[in-house]
């Protein structure tokens, strides 16, 4: 079957692709935007590539249209596809359709930590030998691959609450009917299709109903919304992970959480050392492992994957360290992300100058939901360089002004470059954050400092 892909280099979308590619369908699709990893990844499983969206691509017709969440009514392909009555479905549609029928589904949802957790728990299932399909909003550095049919009876996947398509406003994570869930936290986000809280609660409310009563959730100790939605009625046993009274916890060896012992209800049942750094990265460490043991993995087994887990390009992921300047890289978007991560850089920096580098592109924030606490986020950072993006409607400027000398607000990239070739010295820790391309900065300022 020929299938062409409407917004295909979305990290969804282009594990979507890479599932039809495997399973024998001949695969091309188009973006807007087009740039690693997505790109990368794409032209490596031999997808065609094709930016923009002339309706010309549709023709010859190919036979299936999968259009991607970010495709709209007045896109010159979807008004084509319409009048033309080409076939057409959403990505999670095809995927309950064509992917999961008779698997045992381990879902992660939640606002934050779902590719990392995602990331974490496939590669326990791999190292069980249990060969697990998964499809992961990121590219998971043990595997190379943001998505991949598998082999045995299990399937990863990442559970967004994002809309799935222009034609089914429900959440994407509703079509994948899993066993086991993962819930790791709810705030407010997607404030472009979530009128508040109560409006997302209601969603996940959705995917618990659909759970099985032999199923398990696995659920953050001590989430007030988490325990709304369950609070709205729940058929499913439910094991908690975090602090306090939660089943499953982690207690620092190191005060970086590069090392942290497993407790299950308080006792110590093993340790795991690793390459990561973090509280919430341990956290998402018990929300994998309570998930993994829901289907029969030991704990020795948890640790022994975990330690040796190398994470996920674009959280958190170390870039290049050039004359004693560390430079990083990370998806962080929302405020409580930015706090976590800056945090976890500031347990491994030490004294180090940290210098983040933030652009606000996600929607909800260009909408401005977040501008009252984003400045407070950035406690940890020595500096803050802020790319001001001609489509934000809130002033960037007035709502950090908290931050005073050590802010900065730049309209033009390549003069952050320039600022940071100015001042960055070694022993500093550059991160830039921004779930987009972001200009290719990342790349940019390695060459810069190279020089």
């Known amino acids: 079957m020929k299938i062409h892909i409407l917004g295909i280099c979305g ?33 490596a499983e031999g997808i065609t590539l094709i930016e923009g969206y002339d309706p010309a691509q549709l023709d010859p017709a190919p036979d299936l249209v999968i259009v991607g969440n970010a495709m709209s009514r007045g896109n010159p392909c979807v008004e084509y596809l319409l009048n033309s009555g080409l076939r057409f479905t959403s990505g999670p549609q095809w995927l309950h359709d064509e992917v999961l029928p008779g698997r045992h589904v381990l879902a992660v949802s939640g606002t934050h930590g779902k590719t990392t957790t995602s990331s974490m728990l496939g590669w326990v299932l791999e190292a069980a030998g249990l060969k697990p ?41 509703v079509h994948y009917r899993p066993s086991t869930l993962i819930i790791s936290n709810i705030e407010f986000d997607h ?7 109560a409006a997302i609660r209601r969603e996940f409310h959705h995917l618990v109903r659909i759970l099985p009563d032999r199923g398990m959730i696995v659920a953050l ?7 709304k939605v369950l609070e709205m009625g729940c058929w499913t046993p439910v094991e908690y992970f975090g602090e306090g009274r939660a089943k499953w916890s982690a207690q620092p060896v190191q005060d970086d959480f590069s090392a942290f012992e497993i407790r299950v209800d308080g006792k110590s049942a093993g340790t795991v050392r690793w390459g990561l750094i973090g509280r919430h990265n341990a956290s998402n460490a018990m929300a994998a492992t309570a998930a993994a043991a829901h289907i029969g993995i030991s ?37 409580t992300e930015i706090r ?16 983040a580098i933030m652009e606000p592109r996600s929607n909800t924030m260009r909408m401005g939901v977040h501008r009252q606490t984003l400045a407070a986020s950035f406690a940890d950072a020595d500096r803050v360089l802020f790319y001001q993006p001609d489509n934000i409607n809130w002033d960037l400027k007035s709502e950090t ?9 730049f309209t033009s990239i390549d003069d952050i470059i320039v600022d940071i070739r100015r001042m960055a010295k070694p022993g500093d820790h550059v991160i830039i954050m921004s779930n987009g391309g972001f200009g290719d900065i990342q790349q940019r300022l390695i060459a810069t400092l190279q020089a």
């Open 401 to 409: 002004g908290q931050l005073g000398e050590k802010r900065t607000i």
């Open 221 to 227: 100790q001590g989430d007030p919304e988490i325990q």
């Open 11 to 43: 990290t969804f979308m282009a594990g979507i692709a890479v599932l039809a590619r495997t399973l024998g369908h001949e695969v091309s699709g188009s973006d807007a935007n087009v740039y690693p990893p997505m790109s990368t990844q794409l032209m």
């Open 191 to 197: 404030a472009d299709i979530f009128a508040d809280l």
């Open 340 to 355: 976590a991560t800056l945090s976890a850089l500031r347990r491994k920096a030490g004294k180090g100058r940290i210098i």
């Open 299 to 335: 704990v020795a087994s948890v640790c022994e994957a975990l330690s040796g887990f190398k994470g996920v390009k674009r959280r958190l992921e170390s870039l290049a360290c050039i004359h004693g300047i560390s430079l990083y890289d990370d998806f962080a978007h929302h405020p």
């Open 133 to 173: 399909g998964f499809l992961v909003g990121g590219i998971p550095a043990n595997f190379g691959i943001s998505a991949r049919v598998g082999g045995g009876r299990y399937f990863v996947i990442e559970a967004d609450e994002y809309d799935t398509a222009f034609f089914d406003k429900r959440s994407k994570f």
